[in-house]
């Protein structure tokens, strides 16, 4: 049973327009939330973060929305650009709690 | 500082063989991570050590995996005996403090097994 749902396996946006990542998470216990981006033959770098007590958090071209009554998450980058082009994971867990459950990706590529 | 180092980066073996993947978490991180990339599942955490010690291995497939930490600076990850459903990515990750703290992936070991 997936806890966190990726549905869009992948995504093609055109260079300068925007990109929007979506997850969706069961339990709505959770209370913080993670955006990792991956690079082919890298580990996932960390990307940007939001608690249950905000529902944005912005920084620079990217931005995480909460909607906590859908136990909805989305990522917005805007304008994308092509070095935006990688794998994109969000992960879930509750403050305190070391471990996080992620979900199982959306690879974004952007279009020249 | 050289960030989390994993060897080796790609390991073939075949079925029946043991398996051993390597981790070095940063230096000062107190907190390290085993997960395994698969296109069906994503990143699943098989097992996380906190201060050298084991906390939670509910993520541990089988048996056939275990896990050890002998000091602050070395995990590893062993599969004994492989079989080709093993074969996915591995990645170690390490973290400081508590909490949700961010954490910091290695570069992965891309394990085949035939």
């Not at chain 1, 529902?55 to 906590?68: A, Q």
């Not at chain 2, 000062?28 to 085993?34: P, R, T, Y």
């Not at chain 2, 062993?78 to 508590?98: H, L, N």
């Amino acid at each position: 049973d997936q806890q966190v749902k990726q549905n869009s396996p992948s995504l093609s946006v055109q260079e300068g327009r925007i990109s929007i990542l979506n997850c969706d998470y069961t339990n709505s216990m959770f209370d913080y939330f993670l955006w990792y981006k991956k690079y082919p033959a890298e580990g996932p770098t960390f990307l940007i973060s939001i608690s249950s007590i905000k529902d944005k958090n912005e920084d620079g071209r990217f931005t995480v929305f909460l909607n906590k009554s859908a136990k909805h998450l989305s990522l917005h980058i805007v304008p994308s650009q092509p070095g935006d082009s990688a794998v994109y994971f969000c992960a879930v867990t509750n403050f305190g709690n070391e471990k996080l459950t992620f979900g199982t990706g959306t690879r974004l590529t952007i279009i020249p | 500082d050289a960030g989390v180092i994993q060897s080796p980066r790609h390991e073939v073996t075949e079925m029946g063989q043991e398996v051993t993947l390597r981790c070095k978490p940063i230096s000062g991180h107190n907190s390290l991570f085993w997960y395994r990339q698969t296109m069906m599942r994503g990143l699943e955490l098989l097992i996380y050590f906190n201060n050298n010690v084991p906390i939670d291995d509910s993520g541990m497939p089988e048996d056939r995996f275990s896990a050890k930490m002998p000091n602050a600076s070395f995990s590893t990850l062993k599969i004994q005996p492989s079989e080709p459903r093993d074969s996915a990515v591995y990645f170690c990750a390490s973290s400081f403090g508590t909490g949700a703290a961010e954490q910091y992936f290695g570069p992965g070991t891309r394990l085949t097994v035939t």
